[in-house]
């Protein structure tokens, strides 16, 4: 157990409204991602954090915004959320130097209506 | 930029036979890593196992292990003596160089049917 948590679980919401998803962490990790998950396409990159006020892109990173501004919390901010972004929408946390590997929150699964 | 393959949408296999899991990647990283992550029904994203590049020794995890083949870019997952708790859908991930961002295939679904 990663000690990584994201709220809400579940959320329903209407086209044109903004949304915001957090992810986090008990461990002080420094590195932090959003992905998202749709059949098909298996895991994709959203934005990634490296630090405290560190963040960049990924690959589906359009409608999106992040915001770090505690080690703890990681947040996904969907500005004008539109049907395109429902999806699951996981957190990960990669371990201290020397670790590769990521580990992952338990996911938020959001419909836009 | 790196590419993940898994050439087998779905595979489905008998409780306690052996199963073979494909996956292929492109990089031209000389230092990466491998991994295979599980998702069963309850969506949580499970690390399986891991491989360093570096390493030429096949990775081992109980009843899980790869095949690494470098040159062939090759990664394949072998699950022995199935059992009805591996129903998931396997991810087959890199990373390479500096670079810490995972890039994931498509995914297989694997049943293990009683």
């Known amino acids: 157990d990663a000690g990584i948590t994201q709220s809400p679980r579940h959320k329903v919401t209407e086209t044109g409204t903004p949304v915001t998803l957090r992810c986090h962490q008990t461990e002080n990790h420094r590195y932090m991602y959003w992905y998202r998950q749709d059949p098909g396409h298996g895991l994709r990159l959203i934005h990634y954090s490296y630090g405290v006020k560190d963040t960049d892109k990924g690959e589906v990173s359009d409608g999106y915004s992040v915001s770090r501004s505690k080690t703890e919390d990681f947040l996904l901010t969907l500005e004008s959320a539109t049907s395109s972004q429902t999806s699951v929408y996981f957190c990960a946390i990669k371990p201290g130097q020397g670790s590769y590997e990521q580990y992952f929150g338990p996911g938020t699964r959001l419909t836009v209506t | ?114």
């Open chain 2, 1 to 114: 930029a790196q590419t993940v393959t898994q050439s087998q949408p779905e595979m489905s296999v008998q409780e306690a036979e052996t199963v073979t899991l494909s996956c292929t990647y492109d990089t031209s990283e000389n230092n990466y890593y491998l991994f295979w992550y599980k998702q069963p029904p309850s969506r949580q994203m499970i690390l399986v196992i891991r491989q360093e590049a570096y390493k030429q020794q096949n990775a081992t995890e109980n009843r899980f292990s790869v095949n690494f083949q470098k040159a062939a870019k090759s990664f394949s997952l072998k699950i022995s003596d199935s059992q009805l708790g591996d129903t998931a859908m396997y991810f087959c991930a890199f990373i390479g160089g500096s670079n810490y961002k995972l890039t994931f295939g498509k995914g297989t679904l694997l049943t293990v049917n009683p």
